[in-house]
């Protein structure tokens, strides 16, 4: 099992930019896929990115205002958000999925932080 504590969270208005972290702890941090989530208010959990096998996904809406990147000598990976839309305010995750189970998916992450808040304002 891996820890995981998201931090980077905050207040920004439109168009502003933030760095969330994710530091982990627990297991050997390279034998884990990492990615990020976020939940808005009445919505469900939704994919926003990851690195897997060294390549970076991500969800349309983000594409190209969103960078994931990862430190393995840090055991941390990060998620840069610049141009940031009111409709990009939830809780942001972290979440760790060992390379074995890949075939799963999004499911596959298994490992979860507690969440940091996003909120842009109009």
């Known amino acids: 099992q891996v820890q995981l504590v998201e931090s980077g969270g905050g207040l920004v208005q439109a168009g502003g930019s933030l760095r969330l972290s994710c530091a982990a702890s627990g297991r050997t941090f390279a034998a884990y896929d990492m990615g990020w989530f976020r939940q808005a208010p009445g919505k469900e959990r939704e994919f926003v990115a990851d690195?897997?096998?060294?390549?970076?996904y991500y969800r349309d809406s983000v594409k190209g205002r969103f960078t994931i990147s990862r430190d393995n000598a840090k055991s941390t990976v990060y998620l840069q958000m610049n141009n940031l839309k009111p409709e990009d305010t939830a809780v942001y995750y972290c979440?760790?999925?060992?390379?074995?189970?890949?075939?799963?998916?999004?499911?596959?992450?298994?490992?979860w932080g507690q969440g940091t808040r996003v909120t842009v304002s109009s």
């Open positions: 979440a760790a999925r060992s390379v074995y189970d890949r075939n799963y998916g999004t499911s596959g992450y298994r490992d």
């Open positions: 690195i897997t096998g060294g390549i970076s």
